[in-house]
Structures are given as structure tokens and as C-alpha cells.
């Protein structure tokens, strides 16, 4: 876990950043804590309990990792990964529950 926080803070402009878990182990981790602390990031831990919050961000990831990064291909480069990503979301946020889907009898299904 040490090794991939450090690739992520050599990749990333850390100023202002949040690191959010569910509590994992890595919060146990001593050097862990002190790593986050020595780049300035500020830790961000859910409560007990509080798992649903991963598991609906965990859903919605995989979906977008469905539709879009595997459905679709191969992308150019970041920028490409980038527009497609601004265009998901904005479906996901305004579009996908306006859809008219169509009403299933479920009174017909049992038969």
C-alpha cells in the first residue's frame, strides 16, 4: 500500500487533496498516516458502519469502467479519457433516469 500511495504523490499535485477510506488497514499503518501527513494531504475516514458510502461509489465506478473505458475501447490518451468521462457523467447525472422505460407486468411474467 505504501509503494501505490507514493506513485500516486509523485504523479499528483497533492495541494488541497482529501485521501478518503473506509477504514482499511492502511489506516493502522503508522508510516501510512505519517506519509499522507509528510505531503500535506488530509485524511478523510467514514465512520463505522458507514460501508454503503463504498459500496454505492464502488458500483458506480464499475459502471463507468463497464460503459465506457471497456465498451468503447481504447482511448487516444488522457484528454480522450477525460471528454468521455465529463460526457458520462453529465448522462449519468441528467439523463439516465428520464429514460422511458418500458412497464413490466409481473402479473403475465408468473404465469
Do not use: C
Amino acid at each position: 500500500m505504501l509503494d501505490a500511495l507514493n506513485q500516486a504523490l509523485y504523479a499528483r499535485e497533492t495541494t488541497g487533496l482529501t485521501h478518503h477510506s473506509d477504514r482499511g488497514s492502511q489506516y493502522l499503518a503508522i508510516r501510512y498516516s505519517e506519509r499522507l501527513a509528510r505531503a500535506g494531504v488530509a485524511a478523510s475516514v467514514g465512520s463505522r458502519g458507514d460501508s454503503y458510502d463504498n459500496a454505492l461509489a464502488e458500483t458506480i465506478i464499475g459502471l463507468y469502467k463497464t460503459e465506457v473505458i471497456e465498451h468503447e475501447g481504447p482511448r487516444n490518451g488522457p484528454a480522450d479519457v477525460e471528454v468521455a468521462t465529463l460526457e458520462w457523467v453529465h448522462w449519468f447525472n441528467h439523463h439516465r433516469l428520464l429514460v422511458q422505460r418500458p412497464v413490466l407486468n409481473w402479473t403475465e411474467s408468473a404465469s
